[in-house]
C-alpha cells in the first residue's frame, strides 16, 4: 500500500532553516510527483511546491521563492522540503503528497509540524 | 492567478441530511477539480479527482460534479463520521490554489 512517512516535529529560531523528509513506499517513486502543502495553526491549505521525481522539475510557490528548495533521492524514495530564513508565520503542519498528473494529490503523509519561536 | 471560492463556509446538518458544498474557480479549469476531507488533528484525505471521479476506497455516497468554473460535493446521507472541513483545489494550471473550507458541524 502507499505510504508517505515524514519527519518529526521541529522546533526552529527566528532565521533558521528547516528539512523535512517524506519517504515513499508501496509505488514507483519515480512515476510520481511530490506536492508540499502546509497549514499554519486554524489555517486552510496553502500549496508549497511540487518536485517532479523522475527528474527533479520543480515548480514553487511565488511567495517562497528564495526561501525553498525542493529534492529527491531516487536511491532512497525519499522527497525532502527545506525552507530557509524562518519566520513566525512559517509556523504550520507541513505535508508532503502524492501527487498524479491529471488525477492530483492522492495520498497523504502524516505531516510535520515546524514551530518557529525565540 | 486562479483564486479558489467555497460556498458556505460552514454548515450545520444532521445525520442522514444531504449536503452539498460549492466550489467556484475564478477562470475556467475544465474538470482540474480535486476535493479532500480533513478531520481536526489529521492529515487531509482526497475524495475525488477530475471533478466527478472517486479516489480509490472513498465511498459512494460522495459525489462532485461541474466544469469550467462551478463545481458541486454532495454527500448524499451524512454519517457521524463525515463531519469535518471540506477543501476543493484547481490542479488545471500553477499555483495549484486551494478554496478556504467548508466546514460541516453536527446541527
Known amino acids: 500500500q502507499v505510504q508517505l512517512v515524514q519527519s518529526g516535529a521541529e522546533v526552529k529560531k527566528p532565521g533558521a532553516s528547516v528539512k523535512v523528509s517524506c519517504k515513499a513506499s508501496?509505488?514507483?517513486?519515480?512515476?510520481?510527483?511530490i506536492s508540499w502543502v502546509r497549514q499554519a495553526p486554524g489555517q486552510g491549505l496553502e500549496w508549497m511546491g511540487w518536485?517532479?521525481?523522475?527528474?527533479?522539475?520543480?515548480n514553487y510557490a511565488q511567495k517562497l521563492q528564495g526561501r525553498v528548495t525542493m529534492t529527491t533521492d531516487t536511491s532512497t524514495s525519499t522527497a525532502y522540503m527545506e525552507l530557509r530564513s524562518l519566520r513566525s508565520d512559517d509556523t504550520a503542519v507541513y505535508y508532503c503528497a502524492r501527487d498524479t498528473s491529471g488525477e492530483g494529490i492522492d495520498y497523504w503523509g502524516q505531516g510535520t509540524l515546524v514551530t518557529v519561536s525565540s | 492567478d486562479i483564486q479558489m471560492t467555497q460556498s458556505p463556509s460552514s454548515l450545520s446538518a444532521s445525520v442522514g441530511d444531504r449536503v452539498t458544498i460549492t466550489c467556484r474557480a475564478s477562470q475556467g479549469i475544465s474538470n482540474y477539480l480535486a476535493w479532500f476531507q480533513q478531520k481536526p488533528g489529521k492529515a487531509p484525505k482526497s475524495l475525488i479527482y477530475?471533478?466527478?471521479s472517486l479516489q480509490s476506497g472513498v465511498p459512494s455516497k460522495f459525489s462532485g460534479s461541474g466544469s469550467g468554473t462551478d463545481f458541486t460535493l454532495t454527500i448524499s446521507s451524512l454519517q457521524p463520521e463525515d463531519f469535518a472541513t471540506y477543501y476543493c483545489q484547481q490542479y488545471n494550471s500553477y499555483p495549484p490554489a486551494f478554496g478556504p473550507g467548508t466546514k460541516v458541524d453536527i446541527k
Open positions: 518536485i517532479s521525481a523522475y527528474n527533479g522539475n520543480t
Open positions: 508501496g509505488y514507483t517513486f519515480t512515476s510520481y510527483g
Open positions: 477530475a471533478a466527478s
